[in-house]
């Protein structure tokens, strides 16, 4: 069992910056795949970033490219998400996801992602 806590969300001007953490538990963490989800009021999950389990590789979705950065630290059982150049459309609840067995090309596919997290609040003024 892997239990994921977010933390770092808030309330940001646009073009500000903001990083999220999640905290995962469990001493398989650097064997998973981590995925950052978020969830826009009224709208449907989406996928933002993921990293492999050794960090080498990293996707994006095509609105974050350029402007948000995933990273881990598998000492730390810790995934980071930084935003930067925050626009007010990624105003969503941001959710952590872990998964184990996750190739590169399923990165985006939220069905694979067996843990999430509670979820952490980003909200960007204009």
């Known amino acids: 069992q892997v239990q994921l806590v977010e933390s770092g969300g808030g309330l940001v001007q646009a073009g500000g910056s903001l990083r999220l953490s999640c905290a995962t538990s469990g001493r398989t963490f650097s064997s998973y795949v981590m995925g950052w989800f978020r969830q826009a009021p009224g709208k449907e999950r989406e996928f933002v970033a993921a990293?492999?389990?050794?960090?080498?590789?990293?996707y994006y979705a095509d609105s974050v490219r350029g402007r948000f950065t995933v990273s881990r630290d598998n000492a730390k059982n810790t995934v980071y998400l930084q935003m930067n150049s925050l626009k007010p459309e990624d105003t969503a609840v941001y959710y952590c996801a872990a998964g184990h067995m996750i190739f590169y090309m399923d990165f985006a596919a939220e069905p694979r992602y067996n843990y999430w997290g509670q979820g952490t609040q980003v909200t960007v003024s204009s």
């Open positions: 990293i492999s389990w050794s960090g080498d590789s990293t």
